[in-house]
């Protein structure tokens, strides 16, 4: 072997020497596979995180009277689908008894009220005429106390947030409500219930419909104006009246029957969202009664309404 391929093989040997040595005493370099690049590897594969089942929430029908000797607690209670407020079927008989209890408690103390508390989720769709799904909820509890005999004057209902409440894998609420007795002093008027009616009797709530059309969509206003006639309904023992009214095309009489099947439409969408058809009294104006010209199409638009207030 010649000097030159000496120096050339000593020199290749001195780099292969010197790279090795460096990986060994160099943490980092990863020169060679290893056990803990494996674990490396394999910690960097995604991580699948199954979604939280959270457990149904089951309140009970519990009611106390903080100021009396009245105090009920039962695991029944009143269910309800998500995105609904009408009452579950069946209606247990343990709770049709506490109810009726409750009756006899509040027809002996006259000033004595049930508060009713109904609650809702943020993710659920309003799909009643209530401002809430939690307000709708407990009117359609309060419908059911009042056919078994509690006096609706001796109702308060309210609607409240709670995303606390989680429905089972079959979408049911169990019990989504909360229950209070209050106590009222002798001779106290309710101011703030009293201005709303008032407001209804001078601002009643008017719903606008096409030709031929009779179908009714709410706005954040009428839905409130909805929940103060009920109040003023359950309350005060006003009556609730619905008149239908068209503008002048066609015949007076079709407009007169047209009218009517405004005003029924609207009727018994307020009995569907908890209203009790004995305070309802739906009658026609036809084209008899215009508030605007119906030698225009915005006049005739205007024309074209159902009145719903209160006496």
Do not use: W
């Amino acid at each position: 072997m010649s000097k030159k391929t000496s120096y050339l093989l000593g020199i290749l040997l001195t780099i292969i020497i010197g790279t090795l040595v460096y990986c060994y005493f160099c943490d980092d370099c990863h020169c060679f596979p290893s056990g803990d690049d494996k674990v490396v590897q394999e910690d960097a594969t995604p991580i699948v995180v199954e979604p939280e089942v959270k457990q149904a929430t089951r309140n009970a029908f519990a009611i106390s009277d903080a100021n009396g000797d009245f105090n009920i607690e039962m695991n029944d209670n009143f269910n309800f689908k998500t995105s609904n407020f009408l009452i579950l079927d069946p209606i247990s008989t343990n709770l049709t008894d506490g109810v009726l209890k409750l009756k006899d408690y509040l027809i002996a103390n006259p000033l004595k009220d049930i508060d009713i508390t109904g609650y809702y989720r943020s993710d659920e769709t309003n799909n009643s005429a209530y401002p809430n799904l939690g307000l709708a909820r407990a009117n359609s509890v309060k419908n059911y106390l009042i056919s078994q005999g509690v006096p609706p004057r001796q109702i308060d209902t309210r609607g409240q947030l709670n995303d606390d409440i989680n429905p089972d894998d079959k979408s049911t609420l169990f019990g989504p409500l909360q229950f209070g007795v209050l106590t009222l002093e002798e001779g106290a008027s309710n101011e703030v219930l009293e201005a709303a009616c008032d407001a209804i009797r001078n601002n009643p709530l008017v719903l606008h419909f096409n030709t031929g059309q009779a179908q009714i969509n709410l706005t954040a206003e009428q839905r409130q104006k909805i929940a103060d006639i009920s109040h003023c309904v359950d309350k005060l023992g006003v009556k609730i009246q619905v008149v239908g009214h068209t503008d002048n095309t066609g015949q007076a009489d079709n407009n007169m029957v047209l009218g009517q099947g405004r005003a029924d439409f609207a009727k018994n969408y307020l009995i569907r969202n908890g209203i009790l058809g004995v305070n309802i009294e739906a009658t026609s104006k036809g084209q008899t009664q215009p508030i605007a010209d119906n030698n225009t199409e915005e006049g005739r638009k205007e024309n074209r309404r159902t009145v719903i207030t209160i006496n």
